[in-house]
């Protein structure tokens, strides 16, 4: 028996186990029948890119793994807490505590300030507001717009939306960050700054989801699962591109 | 509620969010204001018919004599019935259960003139009662005494437009004016809520006038008030009870229409009071219909806002905002917004209210107002369902699903 590592025999964290996972959307009379039995576990401080042709199910993959949506069936066990019997309020608690969003349209308050929209989830956590706002300055700082901090999101560029978005998702300092195609929106220079700053904060250690369509970007994570029809055909895990050598 | 972080985020809601925060103030601002003035005017209105019938007090009976005209105990039609100071008296021994205040009248007119000034003027010569049963209103001096009566003094009481036509600024009290060529010492000045007419009358005591016309007993008419605790019943009995003897006295046929008259308010009275009833109805039911029309355009506009706001609200949840906590913001934002605008409203309303009051005299509307209380309790109505208003649509925001909120449109 080696020293030190009798109690860590693995030295790995389980994040996300899904087992068996089916969700299927009622359309009057017919139902579809979106995922089949999805199963795969995500280590703490992965990267994963989740692939597949438009309508394979991805965004409603990461729609139930982020508690905005609710499985049909299957387990679903985030950081040791299994998800089950969710109502709208015990989500709102999770999603705030638990998850960061990245959204492919930033879907940042319009009327809010950079600043503000960052501060926003720790509101919600209760945080006061001196410390939300230094709290938010500093995530922004690190996003590089400490400059904009005042600024509406109608004055951002896409790629700098995308960034306050990003500081937002990272405020709440949540366990895992959840990113729907947060490059489908943006151009490929830009594109490959927002995949830096994700990869950066994933050498942090945060476990990142990012659902995308282009191949260049499931390139910059460490591991890619593709979906077909609601199940997944193949998950490898990847020699990582980064993004700083594009940019 | 007193959460101050929670507040301050309303606040940069509300200061961002200006046309939506205006609009939604403006309608509430304006249905207080609306309410406010039309309930007002209504009571203006009101005030004006009020005084309009109730210029006599309202417990007043009136005794007139005219022709018989029916032949009875020997007397031919079409004679002439007269009162004398003895049917004073019997009025005060008989019907002292009924009575409150008791006059006769002998109304003449005659040019009055002070120094060069002189103009011509109904007298009524009365006693002390009148001034109750006419509710004559005393601006200085005093009215006419029982002195007066006894002694036969040639005292006046003169109107207030008489004093103004004779007296321009100068002082009454005290000073002499002929009434026909008799100098009468004017000792008060009176106001009518009758109006003009009224206020251009002189009162005197009803002896003199029968002493200068050659010490006759003969009055015009009797005048009189029945205690108010009586109530319509007992007007109308006392009514009954003076006909009846009065015929009997005076020698006319009993089923004669004619020959002695009574003014009884009592009936007229029971009509404007539920006339007034009816105005007071119309009134509240105008006043309602206001309220009414506020609160569905707040609740048109609190449907607009939150659909509106239905991304909002999305992105807000996904980032940890509770059912809970979306309709609570929503609710606090629009009770915010209806108590200030509602405090405007009411401070316009009521601002408008006491400027326009005194023009509109012309038009009927005599010293509109709203009580206080009926304004305030409109406000707190309207807060109160602007905020049902208001929960409706929040709760079912708050229960939108945030991936449908945030679908992409
Ligand atoms: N709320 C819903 N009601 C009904 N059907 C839905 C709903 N959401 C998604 N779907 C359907 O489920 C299927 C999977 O949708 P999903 O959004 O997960 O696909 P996707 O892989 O994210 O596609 P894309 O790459 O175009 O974003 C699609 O056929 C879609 O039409
Ligand atoms: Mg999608």
């Given at each position: 028996m080696k020293k030190g590592l009798s109690l860590r025999p693995n030295n790995k964290v389980s994040m996300i186990q899904i087992k068996n996972l089916h969700k299927s959307y009622k359309m009057g009379a017919s139902s579809l029948h979106v995922l089949k039995g999805i199963n795969f576990n995500i280590e703490e401080g992965e990267l994963v890119a989740i692939m597949g042709s438009s309508g394979s199910g991805k965004s409603t993959l990461l729609n139930i793994l982020g508690m905005l949506d609710i499985a049909d069936e299957g387990d679903y066990i985030l950081d040791n807490v299994p998800i089950k019997n969710l109502n709208e309020t015990k989500a709102a608690k999770y999603r705030n505590k638990f998850l960061g969003f990245v959204f492919q349209s930033f879907n940042l308050i319009n009327y809010k300030s950079a600043l503000e929209n960052v501060s926003l989830p720790l509101y919600y956590q209760g945080v006061k507001r001196k410390e939300r706002q230094e709290s938010a300055l500093d995530y922004l700082d690190r996003v590089g717009l400490k400059d904009w901090a005042t600024h509406l999101p109608s004055e951002l560029s896409g790629g700098q939306k995308q960034r306050v978005a990003i500081a937002r998702a990272m405020a709440s300092k949540p366990k895992v960050l959840l990113a729907d195609e947060?490059?489908?929106?943006?151009d490929t220079t830009t594109s490959y700054e927002v995949m830096d700053l994700i990869q950066k904060i994933n050498e942090e250690g945060k476990t990142i989801l990012v659902v995308t369509h282009e191949p260049d970007i499931a390139q910059m994570c460490k591991r890619i699962v593709k979906l077909k029809d609601g199940v997944i055909i193949e998950d490898k895990k990847v020699k990582q591109v980064l993004a700083s050598s594009y940019v | 509620m007193f959460n101050r972080d929670r507040w301050r985020e309303i606040f940069e809601t509300i200061s961002k969010n200006k046309l939506r925060t205006f609009l939604s103030g403006f309608t509430v601002a304006l249905g207080i204001f609306i309410f406010i003035i039309l309930f007002g005017l209504g009571n203006g209105l009101k005030n004006t018919f009020q005084e309009f019938f109730l210029d006599d007090a309202g417990n007043a009976i009136f005794l007139y004599p005219g022709k018989t005209s029916k032949p009875y105990k020997g007397y031919k039609a079409n004679r002439r019935i007269e009162f004398k100071n003895e049917d004073l008296k019997d009025i005060e021994e008989n019907f002292s259960f009924f009575l409150e205040y008791l006059s006769p009248r002998i109304d003449r007119s005659a040019s009055t003139s002070y120094k060069n000034e002189s103009n011509s003027y109904s007298t009524r010569a009365i006693s002390p009662g009148h001034q109750y049963v006419e509710k004559t209103i005393l601006m200085k001096g005093r009215y006419i005494n029982q002195s007066d009566i006894n002694e036969k003094k040639k005292t006046a009481v003169i109107g207030r437009l008489v004093a103004k036509d004779l007296f321009k600024t100068e002082s009454p009290i005290g000073k002499y004016i002929n009434i026909g060529s008799t100098a009468f010492k004017v000792v008060g000045v009176f106001q009518d809520d009758g109006g003009d007419r009224e206020e251009r009358n002189i009162y005197i005591p009803f002896t003199t006038r029968q002493l200068i016309e050659k010490g006759n007993d003969k009055l015009n008419q009797i005048v009189m008030t029945y205690?108010?605790?009586?109530?319509h019943a007992g007007a109308m009995a006392f009514e009954t009870a003076l006909k009846k003897y009065f015929k009997e006295k005076k020698s006319i046929?009993?089923?004669?229409?004619?020959?002695i008259y009574i003014a009884n308010p009592a009936d007229d009275l029971k009509q404007s009071q539920q006339f007034a009833i009816v105005l007071q109805y119309i009134v509240s039911f105008v006043g309602l219909g206001t309220l009414i029309a506020g609160i569905i355009g707040i609740s048109n506009i609190m449907v607009f806002v939150v659909k509106e706001r239905t991304k909002e609200l999305g992105i807000r949840k996904a980032l940890g905002a509770t059912p809970k906590s979306v309709i609570q913001m929503i609710l606090q934002e629009s009770v915010f917004i209806t108590t200030i605008s509602g405090y405007v409203g009411l401070f316009f309303g009521v601002i408008v209210l006491e400027n326009i009051g005194l023009k509109l005299e012309d038009y009927f509307i005599k010293n509109p107002y709203i009580d206080l209380g009926t304004s305030i309790a409109a406000t707190i109505t309207l807060i109160v369902f602007g905020g049902i208003a208001g929960y409706i649509p929040a709760k079912r925001a708050s229960s939108i699903k945030p991936i449908v909120a945030l679908r992409d449109e």
């Open positions: 947060p490059t489908g929106a943006l | 205690r108010k605790e009586l109530g046929d009993p089923t004669d229409p004619n020959g």
